[in-house]
């Protein structure tokens, strides 16, 4: 078998296979664990998922690798460090038809306006990004 990684943001609240029958919908769930987490995908669909896989799945969208950081902006999240001010946010743009650049590429948007970003290593090898929409 080939192996597999994802990446995709959720919404999770802990919730317990039994609130989750109650509250949101019956599930056919046969295990023991009853704690979880009630997951809310980016669509509205919703899922539950015991704990111990949800802790091993997610992490809170703060607190991210670069890697991860980047992998929300090509799903079309923005990301930036904590530490920056709060209208300062990484974007991935990609080009279409009608734009001069031929390639994706990274951009600052600010107050400012929008000018390309230009990384440092301390940024790229941060793990304190936080995701924003």
């Known amino acids: 078998m080939k192996k597999y990684i994802g990446t995709k943001i959720v919404h999770g609240e802990p919730m317990t296979a039994f609130e989750f029958n109650k509250q949101i919908r019956p599930m056919v769930y046969s295990g023991e664990i009853n704690d979880g987490y009630l997951v809310t995908y980016e669509d509205g669909y919703k899922s539950w998922a015991p704990k111990v896989v949800f802790e091993n799945s997610y992490r809170k969208a703060d607190g991210l690798t670069f890697g991860l950081a980047l992998e929300s902006a090509k799903k079309g999240k923005g990301f930036r460090l904590p530490s920056w001010q709060p ?5 991935a743009q990609y080009p279409d038809e009608h734009s001069k650049m031929t390639a994706p590429y990274l951009y600052v948007e600010s107050r400012f306006g929008r ?3 230009k990384e440092t290593m301390i940024e790229l090898f ?3 990004w936080m995701v924003v929409d």
Do not use: A, L, M, Y
Not at 87 to 91: E, G, H, K, M, T
């Open 87 to 91: 209208d300062v946010v990484i974007r």
């Open 115 to 117: 000018v390309p970003w």
């Open 126 to 128: 941060s793990d304190k």
